[in-house]
Structures are given as structure tokens and as C-alpha cells.
């Protein structure tokens, strides 16, 4: 566990083997839950990374959305329709009719 506690310090992700990942997967799972990431190796090569999934925000504050809103590009509406009509299906056939 010591082993672990000093290698989630260090400021570059850090490196675990195949084995190691096998034998304290509770441990490392706990450590990718709380935000670290880790690069998995096998005989010495990466092979993959355990990272943290990123948690989504279910609220947006009204003073958060009016500033980015004003970051936002402006939309050309004729540039938008155009877009939309290139886009969408003009068939307007029943789709449940066989």
C-alpha cells in the first residue's frame, strides 16, 4: 500500500506493470476513482492507461451559461439552414409503411 501512496505522488503519471495491476487492482481502482491516471506496461512497454472518467455536470448556474454564451461564435441563420436542409432526410415517406 506504501508503494502505491508514493507513486500517486509523483507528478508525472505514473507507471504500473501488468502484474502489479492484477495483484492491487483495488488499490490502483481506488486511486483512478479519486482522479489519478496510470500508464500500464507489460515487459517494460506501455500498453494502455487507466484514467479517470470525467464526471459530468448535471447543472449549469445561469451566470455560467450567459458567460459562455457570450464566448460562443456567432450563427449565420442562412449558413445554419443550409447546413440543415443539405443534412436532412427530404423523404417524407412513412417510415412505417412496408
Given at each position: 500500500m506504501a508503494r502505491?501512496?508514493?507513486v500517486v505522488g509523483m507528478s508525472a503519471q505514473p507507471e504500473i506493470t501488468q502484474r502489479d495491476l492484477r495483484n492491487r487492482s483495488r488499490?490502483?481502482?481506488d486511486a483512478?476513482?479519486?482522479g489519478q491516471s496510470f500508464t500500464v506496461t507489460r515487459d517494460g512497454h506501455p500498453i494502455g492507461q487507466l484514467v479517470p472518467l470525467r464526471r459530468r455536470?448535471?447543472?449549469v448556474?445561469?451566470?455560467e451559461f450567459a458567460a459562455m454564451s457570450k464566448a460562443a461564435p456567432d450563427i449565420d441563420i442562412d449558413t445554419f439552414?443550409?447546413?440543415q436542409?443539405?443534412?436532412a432526410d427530404t423523404c417524407?415517406?412513412?417510415p412505417y409503411a412496408r
Open positions: 502505491l501512496a508514493t488499490e490502483i481502482m483512478v476513482q479519486s455536470r448535471r447543472f448556474s445561469r451566470r439552414r443550409a447546413d436542409d443539405a443534412t417524407l415517406d412513412d
